[in-house]
């Protein structure tokens, strides 16, 4: 398991910007992807983005493909979600997750952050 910490949630209005982020802390050993997912409440947590450890490779949910992005600093276990043209429906609690087999991370499996909640409300 790697301990990882999510910022960067709080209230938008609808059409605006947010931008998550997540770091593992301390030092782990190897290379994680890395990825988000997000939960309503009520509802199965469901994936959102994920980005490969050397940050060459990417996904999305087709939710957000267009809206959101993902990127991961250079050398360090720290991603970012940008959150754009936000929606009511992207109300949600944001997980961030990482794992060394991408396959593992993209079947929820991973390592999980505590999340932090993204209202998207006028």
């Known amino acids: 398991q790697v301990p990882l910490e999510e910022t960067g949630g709080g209230l938008v209005q609808p059409g605006g910007s947010l931008t998550l982020s997540c770091s593992a802390s301390?030092?782990?050993?190897?290379?994680?992807?890395m990825g988000w997912f997000r939960q309503v409440e009520g509802k199965e947590r469901e994936f959102v983005a994920a980005i490969s450890w050397s940050g060459g490779n990417s996904g999305y949910a087709d939710s957000v493909k267009g809206r959101f992005t993902i990127s991961r600093v250079y050398g360090k276990n720290t991603v970012n979600l940008e959150m754009n043209s936000l929606k009511p429906e992207d109300t949600a609690v944001y997980y961030c997750t990482a794992d060394p087999s991408i396959m593992i991370l993209r079947r929820g499996e991973g390592s999980w952050g505590k999340g932090t909640l993204v209202t998207v409300s006028s």
């Open positions: 301390g030092e782990i050993a190897g290379n994680y992807h």
